[in-house]
């Protein structure tokens, strides 16, 4: 009796630990995939890594972080990757996120796939210098009633290298019914030549889950994750004109630029055309440094433009939508035979419009830049 | 009524928090199913199909995005007004991103009938015929729905 | 030790017609409705139960004889039983999603489920009460997940056919009608049981 007590419970453990064995010495055998190189933009860069695990994780092990919010679960869709070799069908959980564009290119979601081979990438050559640090908020500033202005440090010694017009990921924490870390995308607004620092203009989105945080949340000496840089939004070393357009929040990748551009004196050296769309004058900011710089540099020009001035405002600059004022300035003597470069920060909405003014004026697609954070 | 588990799944995509801060479903304690079951009855009531309304209201959220965050009136009826941030949110059933595009439509003289919508809240109607939880921020009431697009 | 006086191929051929596993015993309903929606995945997972079965009839067959019953531990053969088809599914799982992606994907959810379909514990238990040695443990195993594979991959063709045809009633569309088809398939099958027996 005493015997079969025993017996019953060691023949079920022996068992499970044979077919555990069993288990795990196929998956050595079936899951080991050896070295594989993963190639990266045709050959630009060659990792040699231990295969088997999903791509995204793989990157991360060689300090290349592709944007993820979710951390590898298939729920945010933002880790996409082009495949320039086969990796096999698209599964079920990464559909919701493919358009019809990335189904024809191969694209996947880079956390969805396993190194099982050899396989060639192609992803933009900025996710290489791609790190994440823990920042400390030191200033918030109100710019209007509904953007803020945050200040990062960066820890000591830490030195980004990033070009003006770029952005950054910041990872707020759970907090109220939001159980999990959420990150969302900013442009920078500080300058590069101050690398120890970081900058960020962000404006309340009604429901939006990082925005609330930051506007009713946040305080001076708390720490938050920020992975910068991303985005290929930075200024073209030529020397046609720019014409700069922005709306709200978007005036921050042009402060970093416009600071970045005094510092080196470049802003002498090529005309710029600076168009800021606002409703009425509490959503103006900046105004003060912007038209200083108007003053100062000859070929600097700051146009901020009201769409619906208050009589209290007493505006006497220009009036309407920004995609109108644009129109008019385009066809005027100083713009109209310029070569001329677009840059555009601002909702989608205002992107297209602006886009379909520019290309009315015969500027190019390809020398239209902006970042839509898709 | 006992749900697929794709509504299980999309039910809780619409809890506060996952998908946007405020979720979905607002204060409505009732299933996914059952709010859908209720809102397909109120709307053949009042004699209103999904899609019919859905492609209206897509079209007017269209004419208003012109305004590039301006108020627009349209067929001198309808005032809209479009807010849009960049990025793009998720439909809670999984099957597709929208583009953070919200419209507030009011009839002119009358600023009692307005609604509110977003890309998403459009699909999830035309879809699913989900017209979101009572007191979620993007909810479409039917009889407001009426009344705002003059049925 | 006194295995049934029966001929390995009549038994062979009586489990795969005459004693189907699914239209004879009804076992592993669930996913034989499921998937025989489309004859592609149904062919998948016919192959797959079918090389379950073989490897938990084999590997149940020796660890009952050499384990359960000399310690007399006959009592723990459902828990036990369940195990070896959990570890075999785990691997085959993992030998899939190795050789074919494709088949990995189509199959789904499904490929853990074959954990809980019943035809498996099924045969593992049949094999007991029938005391069949281990030879013919391995060809009832093989018969079973055969004749569960011809089944669905039947049932596939059928539903494939009356899918297309637009007089079915609304009430009868999907599930209703493919019980129907089960039961007349099972009618079908029944028609050869007095020519061969399994035990």
């Known amino acids: ?124 050559e900025y996710l290489f210098y791609v790190k994440r640090y823990k920042a400390t908020v030191e200033r918030i500033t109100d710019l209007t009633h509904d953007i803020k202005e945050v200040y990062f440090k960066l820890p000591d010694g830490v030195s980004t290298n990033y070009k003006a017009g770029q952005y950054a990921q910041i990872e707020v924490p759970p907090y109220g019914k939001i159980k999990e870390p959420t ?192 | 009524m006992k749900m697929s588990p794709e509504f299980i799944r999309a039910q809780r995509n619409m809890q506060p928090g996952e998908i946007t801060a405020d979720g979905f479903l607002g204060d409505d304690s009732r299933s996914l199913i059952d709010i859908i079951a209720a809102d397909e009855a109120a709307m053949s009531d009042l004699d209103l199909a999904f899609d019919d309304c859905a492609s209206q209201l897509e079209d007017l959220m269209e004419a208003g995005r012109r305004g590039l965050g301006e108020p627009v009136t349209i067929d001198a009826t309808w005032r809209v007004k479009t807010d849009e941030a960049r990025g793009v949110l998720p439909s809670p059933f999984e099957d597709g991103v929208f583009r953070k595009v919200n419209a507030t439509i009011e009839l002119v003289g009358d600023a009692s009938a307005t609604l509110r919508i977003t890309a998403l809240s459009l699909h999830l109607m035309k879809r699913y015929h989900f017209l979101q939880g009572l007191g979620a921020a993007f909810r479409i009431e039917p009889r407001m729905l009426k009344r705002v697009l003059k049925r | 030790m006194n295995a049934p006086d029966i001929g390995l191929f009549s038994l062979f051929f009586a489990s795969i017609f005459t004693s189907n596993i699914l239209l004879a015993n009804f076992l592993g309903m669930c996913s034989f409705i499921a998937i025989s929606k489309d004859l592609k995945s149904s062919n998948g997972l016919g192959l797959a139960v079918t090389v379950v079965l073989t490897v938990t009839g084999a590997a149940n067959w020796l660890i009952l004889h050499y384990i359960l019953i000399p310690y007399d531990l006959i009592y ?74 011809l089944a669905i991959v039947a049932l596939a063709a059928i539903r494939n056919k009356t899918e297309k045809t637009k007089t079915v009633p609304a009430g009868l569309q999907g599930s209703g009608l493919t019980m129907i088809t089960i039961g007349l398939m099972a009618l079908a099958f029944i028609g050869f049981s007095g020519m061969l027996s399994v035990q």
């Open chain 1, 183 to 374: 990150q969302r995308a900013y442009s920078l607004s500080s300058t590069p030549n101050d690398p120890n620092h970081v900058e960020f203009m962000i404006r309340l989105v009604p429901g939006g889950i990082v925005t609330t945080y930051v506007h009713e949340h946040l305080k001076e000496g708390q720490k938050l994750d920020v992975i910068v840089p991303f985005g290929e939004f930075h200024v073209r070393d030529t020397s046609a004109t720019m014409v700069c357009v922005a709306g709200g929040s978007g005036m921050a990748p042009f402060k970093s630029i416009f600071t970045t551009m005094v510092e080196d004196g470049s802003i002498d050296k090529r005309d710029v055309w600076y168009f800021f769309g606002a409703r009425s004058v509490r959503d103006l900011f900046y105004v003060e440094w912007l038209s200083e710089l108007d003053e100062k540099h000859e070929r600097f020009h700051f146009i901020p433009a009201l769409s619906e001035p208050e009589e209290s405002d007493n505006w006497q600059g220009e009036t309407g939508l920004i995609t109108e004022v644009l129109d008019k300035y385009l066809v005027s003597d100083n713009l109209k035979d310029a070569e001329k470069e677009g840059y555009l920060c601002g909702s989608p909405g205002m992107l297209d419009a602006c886009m379909a003014v520019m290309r009315k004026h015969d500027m190019e697609d390809e020398r239209i830049y902006f970042d839509k954070f898709a």
């Open chain 3, 76 to 149: 723990l053969r459902f828990i036990i039983f369940i195990l070896v088809i959990a570890a075999m599914v785990q691997i085959l799982e993992m030998v899939i999603d190795r050789v074919s992606q494709k088949l990995y994907i189509t199959l789904g959810i499904f490929l853990p489920l074959i954990t809980v379909n019943c035809a498996i514990l099924g045969v593992s238990l049949f094999i007991e009460i029938r005391e069949y040695n281990f030879v013919q443990t391995v060809i009832y195993s093989l018969g079973s997940g055969l004749g569960w594979w």
């Open chain 1, 1 to 124: 009796m005493n015997t079969a007590l025993l017996i019953a419970p060691l023949a079920i453990s022996g068992l499970s630990a044979a077919l555990a064995a069993l288990i795990s010495l196929t998956d050595k055998i079936v899951n080991n995939y050896g070295e594989c190189i993963i190639s990266v933009n045709g050959g630009k860069k060659e990792l040699t890594v231990q295969g088997g695990s999903s791509m995204l994780a793989t990157l991360a092990e060689q300090q290349i972080f592709i944007p993820s919010a979710c951390g590898g679960r298939g729920s945010c869709g933002e880790c996409k990757v082009k495949c320039t070799t086969d990796v096999g069908p698209h599964v079920p959980t990464e559909m919701p996120w493919m358009t019809p564009s990335d189904l024809k290119n191969n694209v996947h979601l880079s956390c969805q796939f396993k190194v099982k081979g050899d396989v060639g990438i192609e992803i933009p």
